[in-house]
Structure formats: structure tokens, C-alpha cells
């Protein structure tokens, strides 16, 4: 594996351990924002294994199909696909994101973060 590739992949286990300590903290919309850092980067270090370049944009759905990545765990990226920008500037609508999300969206973004973490580490060998 590519040395890029495997710091991303590493940087995606020290975000998924933040999103965890978020979750105990109750900073849900920090968690969900972590959770959607970790499948980002995943992602990114599949692209960067397989293809020799690095992606600069944040959708998860067009970053996993540049990644090849199974339909199943396509459609669990659709979910969490704009935390990204809902949990920064989440101020534009009416509830902040520190209101915005609760347990659930955070418990639901880790278990996919997960799910892609695990799909990386089997595709990516490491």
C-alpha cells in the first residue's frame, strides 16, 4: 500500500476515536461531523491506492464511486453525505449545529464510519 494511502487510512482511525469520544461527551454534531471525516478519508485513501491521485472534494457519494465502492455501503454514504456542511456551518438555518443532531445520527454516522473503515482496510490490506 502507498504510504499516502495508509496515513489516510490511519488519520480515519484517530477521527473514528474522536467521533467516539464525542458521542460519551453528548457533542453529537461533533460526532456526526467526525464520523462523515472518517468515510471521507477512507475513501480518499482508496482513490489515492488505486487511481495515484488525490480527490479534493467532499461528497461522499462521488468519492465512493470513484473508490468502487460496493453499492450497499454507496447508499449508507447518501446518508451522511452532508454533514459535512451541516455540522460546520449549520448556522445558516434556523437550529444550530450544536441543536441539530441527537444520540441517534451520531450512533447511526459511527456504525457507518465503521462499516467503510472495516470495507478500506480489507480492499486496501492493510
Known amino acids: 500500500m502507498k504510504e499516502e494511502a495508509r496515513n489516510w487510512l490511519k488519520q480515519a482511525e ?3 476515536r ?3 469520544n464525542s458521542l460519551k461527551s453528548k457533542d453529537y454534531y461533533a460526532s456526526v461531523f467526525w464520523s462523515q471525516q472518517v468515510v471521507e478519508k477512507c475513501l480518499k485513501a482508496a482513490i489515492i491506492e488505486n487511481k ?3 480527490a479534493k472534494i467532499h461528497d461522499l457519494v462521488i468519492l465512493g464511486r470513484m473508490a468502487d465502492l460496493p ?3 454507496l447508499k449508507e454514504c447518501e446518508k451522511i453525505s452532508g454533514v459535512y456542511t451541516e455540522s460546520r ?3 445558516l438555518d434556523s437550529e444550530i449545529p450544536a441543536e441539530k443532531f441527537n444520540e441517534k445520527d451520531s450512533l447511526d454516522s459511527i456504525s457507518i464510519a465503521r462499516e467503510i473503515l472495516i470495507w ?7
Open 14 to 16: 484517530a477521527d473514528l
Open 18 to 20: 474522536t467521533s467516539q
Open 52 to 54: 495515484g491521485e488525490l
Open 71 to 73: 453499492k450497499d455501503l
Open 89 to 91: 456551518y449549520g448556522i
Open 120 to 126: 478500506a482496510k480489507k480492499t486496501l490490506k492493510l
